[in-house]
């Protein structure tokens, strides 16, 4: 029963995304035909989405148009052991940023795309650009954040979207617990210059300061497995629009409680990583990603929420008033992320 709800969980976030990656002046409505009875938020949820008006800054005008000083887009094939432990070649896309030099360092961000997404997602492709692309051009440009690099890797089998949409959960499992770390972040970092002395696991967990990951939808699902599997290589996360189904598919109590006693027994304190997740309020994610918020809250001081009268925590939730399960609202998230990252 757990396993068909879980596949059942997956088709239809896949369903939500289906069409996602296209080229973003072709992605005029990302939005899919969802059945509304499981995800839509009570009056009370609602309410408190409506209260978060001001959570977010808006993108500046401009920001998702081609910049003056424009990063570059690579890509780089690694060698990935798949669950039943053969070896196949994959593809990811690297963002180089304006100006790179191998003979400086850059903070590193690795981005998984959503249920039957693809590589593209973030980034486009060498010659194809997105509007996370042109955001990140635009935010190093005006001096938002330090030039950094970003990573868009895919947990499928290849580069494209497959038929093994049914055995997600598990190869996000694998992805995060195995080959994120000891096969794609070796074979980026080692060729490109990050805060990596090494890359052996030594080395990478050295430089977890100056890594991020962050996912949409089946993403932000990876994110929270990144967060249990390997924190000891990664300092921020961004799950966007995605809970945690560690203990089933959005069982909001079973996850906050596995998350605290993960934080417990690392004996994290508050300086030790940052969460910011964010969702919107007419997003078919926002009911079960609230629920697990609400539940955290009350797991201080493994997890200290930032406020308004709490400046200092290492989690920042936020809810976006009507926005919907949409790969056009990720640069939005991005844009009041980033700023927070790398500190």
């Not at 596949?7 to 509304?36: D, F, H, R």
């Not at 309410?47 to 910049?67: F, H, S």
């Amino acid at each position: 029963m757990r396993k068909a709800g879980i596949m059942l969980m997956v088709a239809m976030m896949s369903i939500a995304c289906v069409g996602c990656e296209k080229k973003e002046e072709e992605a005029s409505n990302n939005v899919a035909e969802y059945p509304t009875k499981e995800f839509k938020p009570n009056e009370n949820l609602q309410q408190i989405a409506d209260q978060q008006k001001d959570a977010l800054t808006p993108v500046p005008n401009g920001y998702l148009n081609a910049a003056d000083e424009r990063g570059t887009v690579e890509t780089i094939q690694y060698e990935a052991t798949q669950e039943d432990g053969s070896k196949i070649t994959k593809t990811a896309y690297v963002y180089l940023p304006y100006g790179y030099d191998e003979n400086e360092k850059y903070d590193i961000i690795y981005c998984l795309h959503g249920g039957e997404g693809n590589t593209t997602a973030y980034l486009g492709t060498e010659t194809g650009t997105t509007k996370i692309r042109n955001l990140l051009d635009n935010m190093i440009e005006n001096g938002d954040i330090k030039p950094l690099i970003a990573v868009a890797p895919t947990y499928y089998s290849h580069s494209s979207n497959g038929s093994d949409m049914g055995t997600s959960v598990s190869k996000i499992n694998n992805f995060t617990k195995n080959e994120l770390v000891n096969e794609l972040i070796p074979a980026v970092e080692g060729k490109y210059s990050t805060y990596a002395i090494t890359t052996d696991i030594e080395g990478i967990k050295a430089s977890r300061d100056h890594r991020a990951y962050t996912g949409f939808s089946m993403g932000s699902l990876s994110t929270w497995y990144t967060f249990l599997n390997a924190s000891d290589y990664f300092h921020y996360f961004m799950p966007m629009s995605g809970d945690c189904w560690v203990n089933g598919v959005s069982n909001a109590n079973g996850a906050a409680t596995t998350l605290e006693k993960f934080v417990k027994d690392k004996g994290y304190g508050v300086d030790d990583f940052f969460i910011y997740a964010v969702t919107g309020s007419k997003d078919i994610a926002y009911a079960a990603m609230d629920a697990q918020m609400t539940a955290m809250k009350q797991m201080s001081p493994s997890f200290v929420f930032l406020s308004k009268e709490n400046e200092k925590g290492n989690i920042s939730y936020r809810v976006e008033p009507n926005a919907t399960h949409d790969y056009n609202y990720m640069p939005l998230y991005f844009y009041n992320a980033l700023p927070l990252f790398f500190k």
